[in-house]
């Protein structure tokens, strides 16, 4: 049993791993984005956004720019409610200050509230997917629940081998170039655990780097790799909001010489839920990406069933198409 009574998971990856852990009862305060599991609903939000995230993708990028001149957080601590918790212990991420709360601002909270003196900080930072898995046992271990955090590393790396062996004998040939969007216009191409999760899944990821950071990158770079499967998973949306921010896509020149776009291998998927978020669900997103690769190879993972929709370039537009 774990000696934290009062525990805040500042990261949705976070949240779910300690309800994975079955630690739930413990979680007494999450962040404005936490959306899973459903035994959240209720809990304390505990941060909120500085940037308009109902904008266009351009207008939030343009944001995060301003923001970054300016050396401003993205996000903001509600002190005083995290502190009339009383936590024990603090979960936050030191990964990416796009994406959640900073890791200093946690620390200056902390130091500067005499009500939060006592509680310990974690800071989560994984760049691939067993990183996330040393982070189940890191967290596992701050809260003494070992047994139960290696029962459940032993299942997600089960899942994974199962996909990783499956696709190991594919031919060179066999293999698709890929190119998974994490942000529209401009285009960002998915970094960090993605272009392993490709690799692993039967594809190819010829233009971010393994283990690095997510990256810019001109339509110009995107032709010249011509990708047989484009997957548009935009940071922080969800498959309705995927489809509607992708309508810029077809206007671009050189979309319609593009092979994914010619053969229909155009899909938008749960980026929020699912590869965006660096928690026990890149094991889904895994299963994901092997059945968009190789449909014949891997069914769909009924795990994550309305996770993604298949696009087709209509009239200049794009649109998903019927289940």
Not at 139 to 155: N, P, W
Not at 303 to 308: I, K, M, P, V
Request: charged share 20%; proline share 6%.
């Amino acid at each position: 049993m774990s000696t934290h009574k009062r525990i805040v998971s500042l990261i949705s990856s976070a949240t779910e791993i300690l309800f994975l852990l079955g630690l739930g009862r413990q979680v007494v305060g999450v962040s404005h984005e936490c959306d899973y599991p459903p035994q959240i609903a209720g809990l304390p939000r505990l941060t909120h956004s500085l940037v308009n995230a109902a904008a266009l993708s351009r207008a939030i990028d343009d944001q995060v720019r301003e923001f970054a001149i300016d050396q401003q957080a993205l996000y903001a601590i509600d002190v005083d409610d995290l502190a009339r918790l009383k936590p024990d212990l603090i979960i936050t991420q030191a990964q990416c200050d796009v994406c959640a709360v900073r890791y200093d601002d946690v620390l200056s909270a902390v130091r500067d509230t005499p009500a939060l003196a006592a509680a310990e900080i974690i800071a989560l930072n994984p760049r691939r997917l067993t990183d996330v898995l040393e982070d189940i046992r890191r967290i596992s271990e701050a809260t003494e629940c070992r047994d139960r955090a290696e029962e459940v590393i032993a299942a997600l790396e089960t899942r994974v081998q199962q996909v990783r062996q499956s696709c190991s004998t594919l031919a060179a040939a066999d293999r698709p170039r890929v190119a998974l969007l994490e942000w529209i216009d401009p285009p960002m191409l998915a970094g960090n655990w993605t272009p392993e999760l490709v690799s692993w899944a039967g594809g190819v990821d010829g233009l971010p780097a393994d283990g690095r950071h997510s990256s810019y990158a001109s339509w110009q770079e995107i032709a010249a790799f011509d990708p047989e499967v484009i997957v548009i998973m935009p940071c922080g949306f969800g498959v309705p909001r995927a489809i509607v921010e992708a309508h810029v896509l077809a206007a671009q020149p050189e979309w319609q010489s593009l092979s994914a776009v010619r053969s229909g291998r155009v899909f938008a998927a749960d980026g929020n839920a699912y590869f965006n978020r660096s928690g026990p669900r890149l094991v889904d997103s895994l299963e994901i990406l092997a059945h968009l690769f190789h449909p014949g190879l891997f069914a769909a993972p009924a795990s994550a069933a309305g996770a993604w929709k298949r696009l087709r370039t209509e009239a200049g537009e794009l649109v998903a198409e019927n289940p």
